[in-house]
């Protein structure tokens, strides 16, 4: 069967704003409870998380969270992780009050009842009597305050064990009860910037001690701490890798490391309790890897510190837990949505609990090259390119791409399958999705790059990027777009103020103005931008400089504006000002504020509509092009 000839950008797809609605369903931090396997799943029809159990081996789910719950923190507005069990009773945050519930079987009681405060960074004692974790209260006219608690799980007292630092995480009780590990990090310092890694141990009054540093600091980083019996295992930055650590002897605090591959171990902090490894036994370790191929999922046997890739068909591996010989994690392919799975070490078996399916015939579904390329000042920056693929339409000549610019900026983009990305390849669009200089996943030197040249190293590489596909026949460079979200969105925003590269570009809640967002953004990322772009107010020049609503008169782009109006991390008043400028210049521009968003489109109708105006906007400049088909 011949394919028909039409314009690239208008196909029609399968894909459709709904099966990208439908689609955006996931599940997140599994874990066991005997042999019940419990996660969160987000539902776009009802606009909430929810906790689910999977009972002894099935693959039906019983949603446990009953109507008018939504299983979701907001401490550092992100939140992550906010649910805990142990023999059937969860502990969870209800995202309207921020308060911890605790529920057996239909039975639901309130434990915590600070209105201000919020709690996130779950973990049980080994008998159950104390939940661990972070609080952040907050108050009218100064910064939140940030510690570490220890609740009680029948009356919902409050105890502080840790305070005085600026932010806190991963608070882990060993199985004794007696010693506890976390990190901290100060102002103005982000996790993977420079962080630290703490222990306390109780005394004969039975409380914690003064804690004591074992790793971290001096412009490393550490993260997921982790107990084994007695030993203490965590990742750490400071030989350019996340690679893993174990201290055996806390007075004298030497640490040991147990990997060294060319990779990352951990992810970057940006939500509570994401972790990359996990034990199997007491001598194996089941990780999942990032590197500049992409990601890996290995076994490591700590005896011999050999190290053994998994053959296993997915090509991203998150939120992984661990039992005695079987590994929870969700995991994705080129052609699978992210699935809860299990892997059985013993049996080397693979199970697909659930999700994952797309419906899609595979016809439709474009797959990723990798590509490496050279960007300004002789660097090298990466990308994941997706040719135009649907089985009825073809067009003439190179096809139109779209960029993604992913959030963060110390974040990075995935080789698996993403259902908007599939949404424009589709309908005959090339899509470019660039790790940029200072995404994660490349070690710190890569990291490194943006720091104080944020909106201009990441901006050369998207550039960089599209004349690659240009001198490579893989996309028409005159018909090239940029679209992104949140730190995304700011770079989509700069490309198109001081570039001509782009025919018109989408920001999704992007930040335009750097003064406000050092001024009103939310603690967590108060003091970002000193590290991307420099101090403030003391550098307030090179602010203004770096903000695309101050250079106006330099765009002669359409751009098309969508925000959510409660979002916390850059608010309205960013879209709003720039739009109502370019509306003063002339350019084609629009704003679509979505009610009830906050920092990402979570509601079915806001994901459909915000597609539809994406996909209209970018079809309103193809159509000025005199193609004859």
Not at 323 to 337: N, Q
């Amino acid at each position: 069967m011949s394919k028909i000839i039409r314009q690239y950008g208008f196909w029609d797809s399968p894909v459709d704003e709904e099966k990208v609605a439908e689609v955006s369903s996931s599940y997140s931090f599994p874990q066991y409870d005997g042999d019940d396997i419990y996660a969160i799943k987000y539902i776009p029809k009802e606009g909430r998380k929810v906790v689910v159990c999977f009972r002894s081996g099935r693959s039906e789910e019983e949603i446990i969270t009953p109507k008018g719950y939504d299983v979701k923190s907001r401490v550092h507005e992100y939140g992550g992780l906010s649910y805990a069990v142990k023999d059937s009773v969860v502990y969870f945050v209800n995202k309207k009050d921020q308060q911890i519930y605790k529920q057996e079987g239909h039975k639901i009681t309130k434990l915590t009842k600070r209105e201000r405060s919020r709690y996130a960074d779950f973990c049980l004692d080994r008998e159950g009597n104390y939940l661990y974790c972070v609080r952040e209260t907050h108050f009218k006219n100064r910064e939140p305050k940030n510690e570490i608690v220890k609740v009680g799980t029948q009356d919902g007292k409050e105890e502080v064990l840790f305070s005085g630092c600026d932010f806190y995480a991963w608070p882990r009780i060993d199985k004794s009860g007696r010693k506890i590990a976390f990190i901290c990090w100060r102002h103005p310092h982000m996790p993977w910037d420079e962080s630290e890694l703490y222990i306390s141990e109780t005394g004969r009054s039975g409380r914690f001690k003064k804690p004591i540093k074992i790793a971290g600091g001096k412009q490393t980083a550490v993260n997921e701490p982790l107990w084994i019996g007695r030993h203490l295992y965590f990742t750490w930055d400071r030989d350019n890798w996340f690679q893993i650590y174990r201290i055996k002897n806390f007075k004298s605090g030497k640490s040991e490391k147990l990997t060294d591959l060319q990779a990352e171990f951990s992810d970057v902090l940006f939500v509570f309790g994401w972790r990359r490894y996990g034990f199997v036994g007491r001598d194996k370790v089941f990780t999942a890897v990032r590197s500049t191929e992409g990601q890996s999922c290995w076994l490591i046997d700590l005896k011999t510190k050999k190290a053994s890739r998994l053959d296993l068909p997915l090509t991203n591996f998150i939120y992984i837990h661990t039992s005695e010989d079987k590994v929870l994690f969700i995991g994705a392919s080129f052609t699978r949505d992210y699935t809860l799975c299990e892997y059985n070490i013993k049996t080397k078996k693979l199970r697909y609990i659930k999700g994952g399916d797309v419906g899609l015939d595979r016809a439709y579904i474009s797959t990723p090259k990798r590509i490496i390329y050279t960007t300004s000042g002789g660097d090298t920056a990466y990308a994941n390119y997706y040719p135009p693929k649907n089985k009825k339409f073809r067009g003439k000549g190179l096809p139109p791409v779209v960029v993604f610019t992913h959030g963060g900026p110390t974040a990075s983009c995935s080789q698996s399958f993403n259902i908007r990305v599939q949404y424009f390849t589709s309908r005959g669009f090339a899509v470019l999705d660039v790790d940029y200089r200072g995404s994660y996943g490349y070690g710190r030197e890569y990291r490194d790059k943006l720091r104080g040249r944020w909106g201009r190293v990441d901006v050369d590489d998207c550039v960089f990027g599209v004349l690659y596909l240009h001198y490579s026949r893989l996309a028409d460079i005159t018909r090239a777009f940029i679209r992104g979200g949140s730190a995304g969105g700011y770079t989509t925003l700069m490309a198109l103020t001081f570039t001509s590269m782009f025919r018109a570009g989408v920001s999704y809640f992007g930040v335009s103005d750097l003064q406000l967002l050092a001024e009103q953004t939310h603690k967590f990322e108060s003091h970002y931008l000193d590290v991307l772009i420099g101090k403030y107010p003391e550098e307030k020049e090179k602010y203004i400089k770096l903000s695309p609503v101050y250079n106006i008169e330099f765009i002669e782009t359409p751009i098309l504006f969508l925000q959510g109006d409660e979002d916390k991390i850059v608010p309205p008043n960013q879209a709003e000002k720039m739009y109502q400028a370019l509306k003063r210049k002339g350019i084609r521009t629009k704003y679509i504020l979505f009610k009830g968003e906050a920092h990402g489109f979570v509601k079915r109708n806001n994901i459909i509509r915000s597609l539809k105006e994406e996909l209209k906007f970018y079809q309103e400049s193809l159509k000025q092009d005199n193609i004859n088909e």
